[in-house]
């Protein structure tokens, strides 16, 4: 069926949106009709048959569970209706429209959304109904792979990949939440990637190893003579973005301080650089990570919670790789034709063993230490298929030489000691001893300031 055959029911409490829906669709469908009431549905499935159905997922209803578009959802697959159902949210109902999916919706829209996707969308929907298709699985973005490098085939990285697809064509802020080495930055890039300003610049800074009287200079610019050492005038990264995407990770680690003048930026959307009063526009597409509890951290007066609604329009949170099942064996396979590649080695595959060991194995260092797992075993090995004894865990991850998970100290003593020999065995190099470690040189920094090293 085309769209110029469609019969569409809209049912949104927005008199906007159902007035704007009708106007878009009244010369693209055969016929289109708009409720204000979802309690009205019953009765307009039985005086007719719709193709598609357009359900918001709020209502200012006598429901009030919190969810009334599910519970509406629901009340379809009763009332025995055949239509395909596309969920209308808002940013902040992702995770609920997502949900949806499960349910049985066959998509959703992200209001506000471009005319043009929405059409698309509804097309694509009559052309699932009439083949039949009724699986409403999550769909994996390029084979289950991300950019070529975020890789993942469980159902929470497809529910992560779905939400990708949805909101990177948006403006809004997104707040990537994930332990260290779960490719938080990586998503960012996916993001930026599948935007609308994937040709405009992609810029990453790590604020947390930002000084106090660096963050200004840095993110903002500054004027010539501004400082002592500004001997000419400077770019911030704010401005170095524009058009594009601005990437802050570890937010979690800026000061009050800082949070104040970033909150500032962006409640203005403008910059002024340090030496100046002027104040400069920007147009820039905020994306931010963190491996710390930001609502936490609200409640201990160390975040500042207004902040938190500037930089967490949507949130993804990115499950640890323990959590990911089948991903493991996927991504360790993915990482052995990279290393033997760079490295000229015949490593084809990994053992039975191997692949059981890998398995079982916790991760607490994510993906970052499943990479630099398999980087070793490929260097060290001498046969083409991979056994269990070539696979060594990071030290500094593993719990295996710790005499007293609860003894606090043994644990800081592992930790130093790893530190000081991997150092020392890279003669001092941090970067090397970093990568060694399968930590990024920020976190390492970071470890070397708590023990005094």
């Not at 949900?99 to 698309?120: C, M, Q, T, Y």
């Not at 500042?304 to 360790?332: C, F, H, Q, S, W």
């Not at 230490?369 to 056994?387: C, K, N």
């Amino acid at each position: 069926m085309t769209l110029k055959n469609a019969s569409i029911l809209v049912v949104d409490d927005d008199l906007d949106v159902l007035t704007a829906v009708r106007l878009l669709l009244k010369t693209e469908a055969a016929n289109v009709v708009i409720e204000k009431n979802p309690e009205n549905i019953r009765s307009l499935l039985s005086k007719q048959d719709f193709d598609i159905i357009l359900l918001d997922m709020n209502f200012n209803s006598s429901i009030n569970t919190g969810n009334e578009g599910l519970f509406w959802l629901k009340k379809l697959k009763e009332f025995g209706s055949k239509a395909a159902v596309i969920m209308i949210t808002a940013y902040g109902d992702i995770d609920l429209a997502v949900r949806s999916l499960k349910e049985g919706a066959r998509d959703f829209v992200v209001k506000p959304w471009h005319n043009e996707k929405l059409i698309g969308t509804i097309k694509e929907a009559l052309k699932q109904k009439d083949s039949g298709k009724t699986d409403t699985g999550y769909v994996s973005v390029e084979n289950s792979i991300i950019g070529k490098e975020f890789i993942g085939e469980s159902e929470v990285m497809q529910e992560i990949f779905y939400k990708i697809e949805k909101i990177a064509p948006t403006d809004a802020n997104i707040l990537i939440l994930g332990e260290n080495g779960t490719g938080k930055d990586l998503i960012a890039k996916a993001i930026h990637q599948q935007s609308l300003r994937a040709s405009k610049p992609f810029i990453k800074v790590d604020v947390g190893a930002l000084t106090e009287t660096l963050f200004e200079s840095e993110l903002f610019g500054h004027k010539k003579g501004a400082f002592t050492d500004a001997r000419e005038d400077r770019l911030g990264l704010f401005e170095t973005a524009s058009g594009g995407t601005l990437f802050l990770d570890e937010i979690g680690n800026i000061s009050l301080h800082q949070q104040a003048k970033l909150l500032s930026v962006l409640q203005n959307r403008t910059i002024t650089k340090l030496g100046s009063n002027q104040p400069i526009p920007i147009d820039i597409r905020l994306i931010c990570a963190t491996n710390m509890p930001l609502t936490e951290l609200a409640n201990e007066s160390r975040f500042r919670k207004d902040l938190i609604y500037r930089i967490n329009t949507v949130e993804i949170m990115v499950p640890p790789l323990r959590k990911r099942g089948n991903d493991i064996p996927l991504l360790a396979n993915h990482f052995l034709k990279i290393y033997s590649k760079k490295y000229l080695k015949n490593s084809s595959e990994f053992d039975e063993k191997a692949l059981e060991k890998l398995c079982h194995y916790h991760f607490p260092g994510n993906v970052r230490e499943l990479q630099y797992t398999v980087e070793r075993a490929v260097i060290m090995a001498d046969q083409e298929v991979l056994q269990s004894q070539d696979l060594i865990f990071s030290p500094i991850e593993s719990p295996s030489n710790i005499q007293d998970e609860n003894d606090e100290h043994n644990l800081s003593m592992v930790e130093k000691n790893t530190i000081l020999k991997v150092i020392e065995k890279n003669n001092g190099n941090i970067s090397k001893a970093a990568k060694e470690l399968g930590l990024t040189r920020t976190a390492l920094y970071r470890r070397l300031s708590k023990y005094d090293i």
